[in-house]
């Protein structure tokens, strides 16, 4: 009898455990999250044929129908479809704001690359599917839902909080952040930001690996390669040739590693993954995480692309074209080089040393430039990394307690880029934090069929939900 009330209460004890972290998003919650999410995927809003003012607007529309005044919403931008949604949840003013961002544009997608429609919202196999489900469009329509949610429960914050939801993360030339910043500043001022579209929260199948802290993210530049050539007739050719000047200084770009880069986070980054390894990675990460850190486990761990990319800034070589006959010398040729800059480094010294390697003075390399919609250059700038607030870690260390017990909070730097960069350099702190999990083994971002799992959706409306009350409420 005993030993059968045991085996009941072990198993109504691991039935609970089971059951933390799973959705607690009260029904009428969670059915406004998928109406908001599908309305964000229905609406197209890539570079080439949408319009993010649609969503925007639609976006605005929910917000006012959940309680906020005309006056705490504004929509604006550079031109008429590229306009981004500002918000703003009224606090007690205690405390500076807290800004949340993420993007409305998505990239390209073609229906006759998807099983369905890209910009139709289907639920299918515990996953929904649709251009924007990873990237980001599921975070969008987290930050709208719980902004709604707080304002119907009456909730009163010590601080405003900020919601930008922005155009041209993923292309185009009106950049949403940047547009606020030079344009608008006093709209999203704030103590610092979470940017949803950073911070992966990272899980194998079933298991919960870790909760990433995006606080640093590598810079994004693009230089031109090129050779010139008076060119001539292929019947006559000569070592002298564009072609071969390049494919010289591209080959010698190859095997060239720029120096280690090691700081507070990959350094972090390095040192947690550790303890979630073994063997000789497990090493060489403990290793990595030392100052300063061992030559042969940098050389082991730059093997693998990714980390090698966590190491040092990148450079590789991404688009080609050359010539213009068969039958003659080619008279140019040319390559895009695309570099991810690591924090803090002078986008310069890059060039600088792009140039020694090339080692040739028949190929010109210069910045490709970034142009603002009124065609003024965009200069190319360190974006420094993020300090680990307390008060972030501190607050993401409680909801995974409360949420996820036992999966650890991971910071990590992005060699990828986001609009992060434009708040960091423009001195506001910025943290991705994702605030749901995706699987390492089927990233589909920028894919086709991309998707998202149901549970990790609504999962990730209610720590959202979570984190922005415990970033919010005096202790």
């Known amino acids: ?55 925007a607007e639609a976006m605005a529309k929910r917000l006012r129908d959940g309680g906020f005044a005309d006056g705490d919403i504004k929509i604006a931008g550079p031109n008429e479809r590229k ?13 500076k704001p807290v800004l949340f961002i993420g993007h409305l544009d998505v990239v390209e997608a073609l229906r006759s690359d998807w099983t369905t429609d890209p910009f139709d919202f289907i639920e ?55 547009w606020l910043l030079r344009e608008h500043r006093d709209w999203i001022d704030s103590e610092y ?61 190859q095997s060239f590693s720029f120096p280690l880069e090691v700081n507070e986070i990959t350094r972090s980054y390095f040192e947690r993954s550790a303890a979630m390894e073994n063997g000789q990675l497990a090493s060489d990460m403990k290793a990595i995480a030392k100052q300063p850190p061992d030559p042969a486990a940098v050389r082991r761990l730059s093997e693998v692309p990714y980390y090698n990319s966590l190491l040092h800034t990148t450079c590789v070589a991404t688009m080609l074209s050359g010539g213009h006959a068969p ?67 501190q607050a993401m260390e409680r909801v995974l307690g409360a949420v996820w017990p036992g999966v650890p909070l991971v910071a990590t730097m992005s060699t990828g880029a986001t609009d992060g960069k434009y708040t960091r350099i423009a001195g506001i702190p910025t943290y991705g934090i994702s605030c749901m999990f995706f699987d390492k083994n089927d990233n589909r971002e920028h894919g086709k069929d ?26």
Request: hydrophobic share 35%.
């Open 1 to 55: 009898m005993q030993r059968g009330t045991r085996w009941i209460l072990s198993f109504c004890l691991l039935a609970i455990c089971a059951a933390r972290g799973r959705t607690q998003v009260p029904d009428q919650t969670k059915q406004l999250s998928r109406d908001i999410f599908k309305q964000l995927i229905e609406i197209n809003t890539t570079d080439s044929v949408g319009n993010v003012t649609t969503a």
């Open 83 to 95: 306009k981004n949604l500002v918000a703003r949840f009224r606090g007690t003013g205690k405390r």
């Open 124 to 178: 299918k196999d515990g996953y929904f599917y649709g251009r924007g489900t990873e990237d980001m469009k599921e975070g969008d329509a987290i930050l709208v839902t719980n902004f709604i949610r707080l304002k119907k429960e009456g909730y009163l914050p010590d601080r405003d909080l900020i919601l930008a939801l922005t155009a041209d993360e993923e292309g185009g030339s009106s950049n949403g952040v940047d």
């Open 193 to 253: 930001c979470i940017n949803l579209d950073g911070g992966e929260f990272e899980k194998d199948k079933d298991k919960r690996l870790l909760a990433g802290i995006q606080a640093s993210e590598k810079v994004y530049v693009d230089f031109q390669f090129e050779s010139l050539n008076p060119g001539g007739h292929s019947s006559v050719p000569s070592p002298d040739n564009a072609i071969y000047h390049l494919a010289g200084a591209l080959a010698r770009l």
């Open 327 to 393: 039958n003659a010398l080619p008279q140019t040729a040319r390559a895009n080089v695309n570099c991810r800059i690591f924090p803090g480094e002078d986008p310069e010294e890059v060039h600088k040393a792009l140039e020694r390697v090339s080692n040739d003075p028949k190929v010109k390399i210069s910045v490709v430039a970034q142009l603002t919609p009124d065609g003024k250059v965009v200069p190319v700038v360190p974006v420094p990394p993020s300090p680990l607030l307390p008060e972030v870690t």
């Open 450 to 475: 991309e998707r998202v799992g149901v549970q990790d959706f609504y999962d990730g409306v209610n720590f959202n939900y979570r984190l922005m009350k415990e970033l919010s409420s005096s202790k």
